[in-house]
């Protein structure tokens, strides 16, 4: 099921007698001068229309080594050539979309019959890919279905192989 997370912060923050019963009611009735802000340092009234965590600084402020890290690699990739597809490098419109939200879901199921709840927004991605599917090969949707689905890197890779290449 899919929980409203902000209803969960109020109850266990009331519940822990970080805030009063006023303030949770005036938060749950969306006054924005009555949210909260959570970081590491603690609970504080402010007036944020959603809670900011801590989790949203980033990277370079978290961890600078790692961010580091990261702009070596990239560095690297803008200087070379890779010759192995799979790590060719990314368009920022890939990189955008896999550093987006849209990780963050678990989507078990086809759209529409989901295992868990939530996917309303990934139902209408993984639908906007098949359409797409469909169109990039020129198949007409009612003679023809796609699976948009990779288990992992390898069997995805397989499974277009075996689709696209003759057999021995």
């Not at 560095?75 to 849209?102: D, H, K, P, W, Y």
């Amino acid at each position: 099921y899919t929980l409203n997370l902000e209803r969960v912060v109020v109850g266990t923050l009331l519940g822990l007698g970080k805030i009063t019963p006023e303030q949770a009611a005036a938060c749950q009735t969306g006054d924005a001068d009555a949210k909260f802000m959570v970081s590491a340092q603690g609970i504080t009234t402010g007036t944020k229309a959603r809670p900011q965590l801590a989790g949203n600084k980033p990277l370079s402020e978290v961890d600078p080594t790692m961010a580091a890290l990261v702009q070596d690699e990239k560095a690297r990739q803008m200087r070379c050539i890779e010759l192995i597809a799979s790590e060719n490098f990314t368009s920022r419109a890939v990189m955008e979309c896999l550093g987006s939200a849209l990780t963050n879901k678990y989507s078990e199921g086809q759209p529409g019959a989901r295992y868990y709840g939530g996917n309303e927004v990934i139902d209408k991605v993984e639908n906007l890919c098949k359409e797409r599917a469909l169109k990039a090969f020129s198949l007409n949707e009612k003679e023809w279905g796609v699976n948009v689905q990779p288990y992992s890197g390898s069997p995805a890779n397989f499974a277009v192989y075996t689709a696209l290449l003759p057999p021995h």
